[in-house]
C-alpha cells in the first residue's frame, strides 16, 4: 500500500482502538478507584464503631491493601501476556469486585483487614495492567494522553464517591437493617463483577491475536507493523535478561523516586480528603460533597497537561510542573488556619498530584523497549510507589487533627523529592540523547522494525533509539 492510503488506515485504527478500548478502562479504573478509596467515606459512616476497631486497627486496614498490591505487582504484569490482557484483566476484576463486596458483610478489624488484603491482590490485575496493556497497542507519543484519560477516571471516583457516599449514607443508613456504610460497599461493589464479565468479550488481546470482526486485513498488519517499528514486540512471554535489565537500569530507579514521592500523599490524599474537609468545621456529609469540587479540577488537568506531554513528547517537565503545584498546596494548608486558604491548598495538591501517574508510567513505558523488560519496569515503578503508600495511609492520625501538621509536612517533603528526581532523570536522558547525536548523528527515524527482525537485538541501545524526555 502507499504512503497515503498506510496513513489513512493507521488513523482508522487509532480512532478504532480509541473508541472501543480507551473508555471501557477508564471505566473499569474508575471502579477500581471507588473500590479502593470507598473505606475513606465509609468512615465517616459507622464502620469504625460497627466493627468496633480500636487504636491502629483502622489504620492497619488501610495498609495492608497495599501489602497485598506490591506482592503481587510484577506477577500480574508478567501474567497479561501469558495469559492474555483480557483473560487477566476480567478475572482480576470479578475477584476484586468479590472482595470489595464482602467488606459489607464483615463484623470484626480481622474481617475487614482480610478482605483488604485481597482486594488490593486482585487490584493489580487492572493498575499496573493496563499501562502495559495499552503500550501493546499505541505509540510513545499517543501513550500518555490514552493513559491519563485512563487513570484520569480516578478523579471522576473522587468526585463520584462523595455524591454517592452524600446519598448512601443520608438515605440508606439503617434500610433493611444494614448500616449505611454496608450499602456503600455492595453498591460500589456490585457494578464491578459485571464489568468484569463483559470485560472478557470486550477487551482485544494483542495486534498479532485479533481477529477479522474487529480490525480488517489491511488495519490488522498496520497494528502489527505500528508494534515493529516502535521495537514493541517480542517473539516470547519471557526474557531473563530483559527481567533483570528493567531492575538495574539506573534511569527506572530515578523513575521509582518520582513515583514514590507522588505515592506518599496520593494514598493519603485519597483516602484522608473527607476526614480532612470535616475538620476543617464542616458537617460529614457535607464533607463529601466538598470533596468533590478538587477532583473535579484534578480531572481538568491530569487531560490537559498529559495531551500537552504527548504533544511535546516532553515529560520531565511536566512533572516537576505539577509537582510544584503540589508543593504549594501543602504550604497552604500548613501555613495558615483560613479555612479558605486550607481548602485552596486540598485542591492545589489533588491538581498537583493526580497528573504525575500518566506522566511517569508512560514515561518509564516509552524509555524501556520489550515486553518483559516494559512490564517489569511499570509493575517495580508502582510496586517501589505503593512500598511508600503504607506510610502515606499512617501520617494522617485522629489526634493531629484538626491541623495535621505532621502528615502535610511529610507529603510536602516526598513531593520536593518527587520534583526533584523529575528534573534529574530529564537531564540524565537528554545528556544520553545527546551524546548519542553526537556519536551516531541526529537519527531522522525512529523505524525500529530492523532491531526486531534481528538476532541479537539491541532494544534502547540501537543508535535509532533516543529517550523521551
Not at 513515583?259 to 490524599?269: D, M, P, R, T
Request: net charge neutral.
Amino acid at each position: 500500500m502507499s504512503e497515503d492510503e498506510r496513513k489513512i488506515i493507521e488513523k482508522r485504527l487509532v480512532r478504532k482502538i480509541d473508541l472501543r478500548v480507551i473508555p471501557w478502562v477508564a471505566l473499569l479504573y474508575l471502579m477500581l478507584s471507588l473500590d479502593r478509596n470507598n473505606i475513606g467515606n465509609a468512615r465517616l459512616g459507622t464502620l469504625e464503631k460497627d466493627l468496633n476497631l480500636v487504636g491502629n486497627e483502622y489504620y492497619t486496614a488501610l495498609t495492608i491493601f497495599f501489602a497485598g498490591y506490591v506482592i503481587f505487582h510484577i506477577p500480574s504484569n508478567l501474567m497479561v501476556k501469558w495469559l492474555l490482557p483480557s483473560r487477566w484483566i476480567s478475572s482480576t476484576m470479578i475477584l476484586w469486585g468479590i472482595c470489595s463486596i464482602c467488606q459489607s458483610a464483615v463484623h470484626n478489624a480481622s474481617g475487614l483487614i482480610a478482605c483488604r488484603f485481597w482486594l488490593g491482590a486482585f487490584e493489580t490485575g487492572v493498575g499496573p495492567s493496563t499501562p502495559l496493556f495499552l503500550s501493546f497497542w499505541y505509540q510513545r507519543e499517543e501513550l500518555a494522553s490514552r493513559v491519563a484519560l485512563y487513570f484520569g477516571s480516578s478523579t471522576v471516583a473522587g468526585a463520584f464517591s462523595g455524591a454517592i457516599a452524600y446519598a448512601v449514607l443520608g438515605n440508606l443508613d439503617g434500610d433493611h437493617g444494614i448500616a449505611g456504610w454496608r450499602w456503600l460497599f455492595i453498591i460500589e461493589a456490585a457494578p464491578t463483577i459485571l464489568f468484569g464479565l463483559m470485560s472478557f468479550f470486550i477487551l482485544p488481546n494483542l495486534p498479532e491475536t485479533v481477529g477479522n470482526r474487529w480490525l480488517t486485513p489491511e488495519e490488522k498488519a498496520v497494528a502489527i507493523e505500528r508494534t515493529r517499528k516502535s521495537g514493541n514486540t517480542d517473539n516470547k512471554p519471557f526474557d531473563k535478561n530483559q527481567f533483570i535489565g528493567a531492575i538495574v537500569d539506573h534511569r527506572n530507579w530515578l523513575a521509582f523516586i518520582i513515583y514514590i514521592g507522588l505515592n506518599v500523599s496520593l494514598a493519603s490524599y485519597s483516602v484522608f480528603l473527607p476526614t480532612i474537609i470535616r475538620d476543617l468545621g464542616f458537617s460529614a456529609l457535607n464533607a463529601q460533597l466538598l470533596s468533590i469540587p478538587p477532583y473535579v479540577a484534578a480531572c481538568a488537568l491530569v487531560f490537559i497537561v498529559s495531551w500537552n506531554s504527548d504533544r511535546t513528547l516532553q515529560r520531565g517537565y511536566h512533572v516537576a510542573s505539577v509537582s510544584a503545584l503540589a508543593i504549594i498546596g501543602y504550604i497552604f494548608l500548613l501555613a495558615t488556619e483560613n479555612v479558605g486558604v486550607r481548602y485552596a491548598g486540598a485542591v492545589l495538591v489533588a491538581c498537583g498530584i493526580y497528573p504525575i501517574i500518566p506522566l511517569t508510567l508512560s514515561w518509564v513505558s516509552n524509555n524501556n523497549l520489550g515486553h518483559t523488560k516494559r512490564g517489569v519496569a511499570i509493575a517495580c515503578t508502582s510496586l517501589c510507589g505503593q512500598c511508600f503508600s503504607m506510610l502515606g495511609t499512617q501520617i494522617y492520625k485522629t489526634e493531629d487533627g484538626p491541623r495535621y501538621v505532621r502528615g502535610h509536612a511529610v507529603c510536602l517533603v516526598f513531593m520536593i523529592l518527587a520534583g526533584i528526581s523529575a528534573i534529574t532523570l530529564r537531564f540524565l536522558l537528554k545528556r544520553e540523547n545527546d551524546r548519542r547525536d553526537k556519536e551516531y548523528g541526529v537519527s531522522d527515524s525512529v523505524d525500529l522494525s530492523e532491531d526486531v527482525d534481528s538476532e541479537e537485538r539491541l532494544y534502547e541501545k540501537n543508535p535509532k533509539f533516543r529517550y523521551a524526555l
